[in-house]
């Protein structure tokens, strides 16, 4: 490959990483009970595709259905002294969703769902199978004037080379299992922080896409601490170091 090729490459790869940096922070700052109602109206869209049938749809409602009492509240934490803390949910950032070509949509559309449901953006292959799923969203995004949180590209062979960039928070993959661990040595040989791979290789059962807690795995915890209780003391310091 030419050098001129590659700096191309890169700069192709570093575009995608930027749009969907500045997704997911716009995605994210939404609140959960709007996401919710934004990718509900997304699964209705998509339940009137008769190239995907209703299970994707469906598979979109009940992710999003068991979301909510999972990531929808902050929960109060104890404060061993006196403060307050809330645990809660944020998106981790950019997702790439893949899916071999035999693999099925429905299991596809979860892993964008549960992403898209947690906060994070998700870039994914602009592939005719998947046409209806990036058109649709597009649509409840451009009525709502939010910007779009799928990013897309060419094809798979541009998503391998998206997956090497560190600010890419997680993979997630249906397909065979030679391929998911192929993709984990990609993911544990690069720079920057430690990427999430989320796999589905039981093409049959679909056993991890069942699963009701699968958005879990997009999220991450953080946690609001509010303290006043040593307000009074810090201002006794402060008036003894000023000689008061």
Known sequence: MSKSIQDSNDQQSTSVIKKATSAWLTWNAIEIEQRITLISQWSELLKLQHSLGLLPGQMVDFHSLHAVPLISSGEEMPGPTGESNVLSTSGRG????????DAPIEAFIALVSCALVAGNSVVMAALPEHEDIISTLEQVCTFSD??????????NSELEKVIINPSIAGVGYVGSEAEAIRLNRVLAER??????LIVETDLEGLEMVRDQSL????????????????VGGNATLLALGCGE
């Open 94 to 101: 950019p997702f790439v969703i893949m899916a071999e070509q």
């Open 146 to 155: 939010i910007e779009m949180p799928i990013v897309t590209v060419k094809d």
């Open 191 to 196: 720079d920057g922080q430690i990427a999430l």
């Open 215 to 230: 958005v879990l795995r997009f999220i991450t915890e953080k946690t609001l601490t509010t303290n006043v209780t040593a």
